[in-house]
């Protein structure tokens, strides 16, 4: 488990590896009910899709940080909510720019790492 990799670009909060598939881990204390519609990403119905890409970015920096530009490495994206959200994402699962985002709470993450 590696914290807070800084990129040229911002930062990812956690890297995590297990059983040789790595996890890229976007963290956010934001409240409120967390929904995925149209293709949106949406907190308390203020759209929050810019948080995807920046996740989506700072996954493939780290990568290449990690493990070498053009690595076949694959960091999975996750975004995970403190105790105050409620995500209401069916499968806690969405497809955003053709990968699959795991969305959680904190409470409820660590099944998402199998």
Not at 6 to 28: C, P, Q, R, S
Not at 48 to 67: D, P, Q, W, Y
Not at 77 to 101: T, Y
Request: charged share 25%; glycine share 8%.
């Amino acid at each position: 488990c590696t914290p807070h990799i800084e990129t040229k670009y911002g930062d990812l909060d956690l890297l995590i590896n297990k059983n040789d598939l790595y996890f890229g881990v976007e963290a956010k204390n934001w409240s409120g009910k967390v929904v995925f519609e149209n293709g949106l990403l949406k907190v308390d119905d203020w759209d929050s899709t810019g948080i995807l890409s920046a996740l989506l970015m700072h996954c493939k920096l780290v990568r290449n940080l990690e493990f070498g530009n053009g690595s076949d490495k694959f960091i999975k994206p996750m975004l995970v909510f403190g105790h105050k959200a409620v995500v209401q994402i069916p499968q806690n699962r969405i497809k955003f720019n053709d990968v699959e985002i795991i969305i959680t709470t904190i409470k409820d993450f660590e099944q998402y790492i199998k």
